[in-house]
Nanobody, 124 residues
Framework: VQLQASGGGLVQTGGSLRLSCVASGRTFSGYGMGWFRRALGKEREFVATINWSTGWTSYAGSVQGRFTISRDSAKNTMYLQMNSLKPEDTAVYYC??????????????????WGQGTLVTVSS
């Protein structure tokens, strides 16, 4: 499994960005796919996850209502639409995949496949 994340950048508070993650290497039926982030000096944290087959989603409380995770199966691409960005959203964002589903992706991160990170910086 290969994951390629992109779309990070610099944005002002209240702005929007859309991250993309292109997945390759196999079919992803039944996979949990998702996003994590790591801010400077902090531990990596879960952001959002999606069931690749059903489209079921789940979010961290800190991004609920502001971020939307989605996927385009035809393009093997996952997205994270980030709106109403805050300075505390500044972090390196990583996409991840787990063959056993979204719950495992969120809880057992050592079992995940990881993409490289993309930096999101929100200025105040």
């Amino acid at each position: 499994v290969q994951l390629q994340a992109s779309g990070g950048g610099l944005v002002q508070t209240g702005g929007s960005l859309r991250l993309s993650c292109v997945a390759s290497g196999r079919t992803f039926s039944g996979y949990g796919m998702g996003w994590f982030r790591r801010a400077l000096g902090k531990e990596r944290e879960f952001v959002a996850t999606i069931n690749w087959s059903t489209g079921w989603t789940s979010y961290a409380g800190s991004v609920q209502g502001r971020f939307t995770i989605s996927r385009d199966s035809a393009k093997n691409t996952m997205y994270l639409q980030m709106n109403s960005l805050k300075p505390e959203d500044t972090a390196v964002y990583y996409c991840a995949a787990n063959p056993t589903g979204p719950s495992t992706l969120a809880r057992y991160t050592s079992l995940n496949f990881w993409g490289q990170g993309t930096l999101v910086t929100v200025s105040s």
